[in-house]
């Protein structure tokens, strides 16, 4: 099971489902969750199945939860506060021992409920009504939302995305003389970086400390938390804490990253599966994805790094393995079936870390218009230059760049240059 690998360093206390929890001020909710040894947080909205955080980014559906009345707020996206309230939601029962879990059990096959019964009289609109209450994401908030006027912004230099390439990009064009501001969904920036060892971490100052610089001397403006929803034309929706904006900027810059890729194999749902990204941004909030810890991954040589570090950072037991076949375990992990040499044997574990090819973030950049490649990671994002439309530049992991300094620090040079000459 996950747990804390020091105490809070400025505890709090917040309650789940009534339960007072340890936390430490301004970690992310989830990761106050499994640091408190709850992993799983949400129910699926069909068959209630437990789920838990996968990949600690916001870009899965595992730590939902109803946050001080407000339902499907994603707990790895949002600072713990003293008095919060978090609550299960999609339950009959308790987060524990949802009574609709046995929908699962009775179509162990999968269901399509939209054909269950279809065409018998009287018995379809009754199981059409049962389905629409059975499925489903939660109540209502508790008060209703106040509505708020969307503004409308200009800025000169729009970068999305705070990980090393966005980083890497504003920076460059602070020091090139560009009024920069830079939005990230995040509770703090640096993206992947976060996930990295001290050791590893250290290899990537050329790349923070000008970022960092250009935030101490104002020529650079970060935003966290704030999300950009989408391309209209030139502007560009985007929502934050205060609310909506249309903002509109000389130049954009897009930066997202790469989503996690978790594969296929059976039980790759149960709580304590996740990438081992998500685990490294845990380990830097200080929780440990669990004390018996196997990363499965498709280059053995490079996973043995992270589960090395992992293990000297936390003290647990750490297994590398390449091809998982099953997970044991409903409401968590509690065992690993893996194929060696054509056999398969199970290992005791509570976490299983997957360590897969990423793949690439293209979808605010296909809004734009961007030319799409297909590889077996994913749709990669074709630039001419950097360049995926007027204006607006793509850059990082999105575009296919090693996550890499050099890499890096050589795209940002050369996507900065281009926005000067343009």
């Known amino acids: 099971m996950s747990f804390r690998s020091a105490p809070p360093a400025d505890p709090i206390t ?3 489902d009534g339960e007072p929890l340890s936390a430490s001020r301004g ?3 989830a990761a106050s969750l499994m640091g408190a040894r709850k992993v799983a947080i949400a129910r699926s909205p069909k068959f209630h199945r437990p789920r838990g955080p996968a990949c600690m980014r916001g870009a899965c559906d595992g730590c939902l939860a109803r946050v ?3 339902p499907n707020v994603m707990t790895c996206m949002v600072p713990a506060r003293d008095g919060m309230t978090i609550a299960s939601q999609n339950t009959l029962g308790s987060r524990d021992v949802d009574f609709l879990r046995v929908t699962d059990w009775f179509f162990s096959r999968g269901v399509n409920h939209h054909e269950l019964m279809a065409g018998v009289r009287g018995v379809e609109t009754v199981m059409q009504a049962l389905a629409r209450r059975v499925a489903g994401l939660g109540l209502l908030p508790d008060a209703a939302l106040a509505s708020r006027r969307a503004v409308r912004r200009h800025v000169d230099a729009l970068v999305v995305g705070a990980g090393a390439a966005g980083m890497a990009v504003g920076a460059a064009l602070s020091n090139g003389g560009r009024a920069v501001e830079v939005i990230d969904d995040a509770l703090r920036p640096g993206g992947s970086l976060r996930a990295l060892s001290i050791e590893e971490r250290a290899k990537w100052v050329e790349v923070e400390a000008p970022f960092r610089a250009a935030l101490a001397k104002e020529s650079l403006r970060l935003r966290s938390r704030t999300v950009a929803g989408a391309f209209y034309g030139e502007d560009l929706l985007v929502v934050g804490e205060k609310g909506a904006e249309v903002v509109t900027a000389n130049d954009v810059v897009i930066a997202p990253g790469a989503h996690d890729n978790l594969g296929l194999f059976e039980g790759n749902d149960v709580p304590g599966v996740m990438s081992v990204r998500a685990a490294g941004l845990l380990l ?5 994805a669990g004390k018996r810890i196997v990363v499965a991954s498709s280059r053995p040589q490079d996973a043995s790094t992270f589960g090395e570090a992992l293990a000297r950072s936390a003290g647990v037991d750490v297994v590398v393995v390449r091809d998982p076949v099953r997970v044991r375990g409903t409401s968590r992990v509690r065992g690993v079936v893996v194929s060696e040499r054509g056999r398969t044997r199970e290992m005791v574990a509570d976490a299983l870390l997957v360590d897969l090819p990423r793949s690439p973030a293209y979808e605010l950049c ?5 030319r799409l490649d297909h590889e077996p990671r994913g749709f ?3 630039t001419d230059g950097g360049r995926i439309g007027p204006h607006v530049w793509a850059a990082g992991e999105a575009v296919g760049t090693a996550l890499h300094p050099s890499a890096i620090l050589e ?3 050369r996507v900065a240059r281009a926005i000067m000459r343009a």
């Open 14 to 16: 917040i309650t789940l």
């Open 27 to 29: 970690e992310s909710v």
């Open 68 to 70: 001080d009345g407000e």
């Open 284 to 288: 830097s909030e200080e929780v440990v």
């Open 366 to 370: 296909a809004q734009v218009g961007a």
């Open 380 to 382: 990669v994002v074709r």
């Open 411 to 413: 795209e940002a040079a």
